[in-house]
Nanobody, 121 residues
């Protein structure tokens, strides 16, 4: 079993910063691609950013230049540094990771439960 647990959400004023963390635990041989998604009230879940094992990143246009994804492979943890936050960034942020628990089997996708980020104007 693998669990992903997010932390770091909260209430911040417009223009402020937050750093989200997502730690994977359990039976882990290797963490493959990891990423952050968000879902605002009334909206569908959308991609924020992804990062591969070797650090290649991909960002949604909405976060370019303000949101930065990184990871620590030794800790099986992915981070999201969010700067210059705007009210439109208010959402539940969830992490996703493709985890190999067995070197002979393909990885499986796992999701965290999410952490709420609220940006006040």
């Amino acid at each position: 079993q693998v669990q992903l647990v997010e932390s770091g959400g909260g209430l911040v004023q417009s223009g402020g910063s937050l750093r989200l963390s997502c730690a994977a635990s359990g039976v882990i041989y290797r963490s493959n691609a990891m990423g952050w998604y968000r879902q605002a009230p009334g909206n569908q879940r959308e991609l924020v950013a992804t990062i591969t094992t070797v650090g290649s990143t991909n960002y949604a246009d909405s976060g370019q230049g303000r949101l930065f994804i990184s990871r620590d492979n030794a800790k099986n943890t992915v981070y999201l540094q969010m700067n210059d936050l705007k009210p439109a960034d208010t959402a539940v942020y969830s992490c996703n990771a493709d985890i190999k628990s067995n070197p002979l089997l393909p990885g499986m996708p796992y999701w965290g439960k999410g952490t709420l980020v609220t940006v006040s104007s």
